[in-house]
């Protein structure tokens, strides 16, 4: 268990909104590993196979590059939630009392934009899916990392309006 999850575990343990956050965010972090397993093995395997059986594993370079989708899309999702990435810029300059009262507002503004980009990606992601031939729906289904990716960054940017801002440990 991570630094982060000891610490949502302990501060929140009683309630159900940071317990949710809390399976989410060991969810997201199981997923991210597997697939950057998986893609390291994959591409490691392809390798060998190129170079010690002169072969190809089919599909495994259409896998890839969908693999590295999912470990980008789920790696953006942690980085946003853990504060790696602060999407409020303007927030730097204002004094802190300021920022204490706009955090709220920030996070159900990047909730909207988030929501905005999911129905987009949705539904684009729908119409390759309806539009790709039979034998090629396996990769289309791969893509549906960006819509779901949209979604769960939507999902933390509502949860942390309803929970509120968490503790920060370094200055902003």
């Not at 501060?11 to 940071?18: D, L, M």
């Not at 769960?152 to 309803?162: A, E």
């Amino acid at each position: 268990m991570t630094e982060s999850e000891l610490h949502l575990s302990r501060n929140y343990r009683h309630s159900w909104k940071a317990k949710l956050e809390f399976y989410l965010i060991h969810t997201e972090s199981v997923i991210a590993v597997a697939g950057l397993v998986l893609l390291l093995s994959l591409t490691l395997a392809e390798i060998a196979a190129r170079n010690f059986f002169h072969t190809a594993i089919p599909g495994a370079e259409v896998l890839d590059r969908y693999l590295v989708l999912w470990v980008s899309f789920i790696g953006a999702v942690m980085a946003v939630r853990e504060r790696h990435i602060k999407i409020d810029a303007v927030a730097a300059w204002l004094p802190p009392a300021w920022r204490t009262r706009l955090e709220r507002p920030i996070f159900l503004f990047c909730a909207s934009v988030c929501f905005g980009l999911f129905w987009a990606a949705l539904r684009f992601w729908r119409e390759e899916w309806l539009h790709a031939p039979t034998a090629e729906k396996w990769i289309a289904a791969l893509g549906i990392i960006i819509p779901i990716s949209f979604f769960l960054l939507t999902f933390h940017f509502i949860l942390r309006f309803i929970i509120g801002p968490r503790a920060s440990r370094r200055p902003p």
